[in-house]
């Protein structure tokens, strides 16, 4: 990988964070990556680690995804240089987020994670956000980390029905 391909890396997914108003998952950013040609799994995979590493993309990680927004520094580095960048190739960046929108809302809206607190003991954390905004969050404590990732599983797929069923317990007299 030549140093201006890693500048070019570094531009498009500046520019794509940049385009959205939640955080990006890594398989997201990569899928765009690779089904464009741009850059091999690795080289993504590099890139977004100096990004991290140069403070210009923010990481948040959970127990199985990676989650990616522009740091001011790297909004910064974009006003500075996205002038660089291929005008079709911010099309290209701008299309796919349009026909992608359903997929990418949900899975960048519904966060489940897991952590191990002691022997025989998780607690399973699930999160529905809006726009970068946390607008609900659930933690349970199970006793084995098969239920921790049923727990997660299950709010996946029931996050609406919870959702509205503590919306309603809760608001109602």
Do not use: W
């Not at 740091?71 to 240089?81: C, I, M, R, S, V």
């Not at 949900?106 to 905004?133: P, V």
Request: hydrophobic share 35%.
């Amino acid at each position: 990988m030549t140093s201006e391909s890693m500048k070019l890396y570094k531009l498009i997914i500046l520019y794509f964070l940049s385009k959205t108003s939640q955080p990006m998952s890594n398989a997201i950013i990569s899928d765009f990556m690779l089904e464009n040609c741009y850059a091999d799994y690795f080289s993504i995979q590099q890139t977004l680690s100096d990004l991290t590493e140069d403070n210009m993309i923010n990481t948040e990680q959970t127990h199985s995804k990676s989650y990616y927004t522009i740091a001011p520094k790297g909004q910064e580095t974009l006003d500075f240089f996205g002038n660089k960048l291929p005008n079709d190739t911010k099309q290209q960046i701008e299309d796919y987020l349009v026909k992608n929108k359903v997929s990418i809302i949900e899975n960048t809206t519904i966060h489940t994670d897991f952590t191990r607190l002691r022997n025989k003991e998780y607690l399973a954390k699930c999160s529905i956000l809006e726009r970068g905004s946390v607008i609900m969050e659930v933690a349970i404590n199970v006793p084995s980390e098969e239920e921790a990732i049923q727990v997660c599983q299950r709010f996946k797929d029931k996050n609406e029905q919870i959702y509205g069923f503590l919306f309603r317990t809760l608001s109602e007299d």
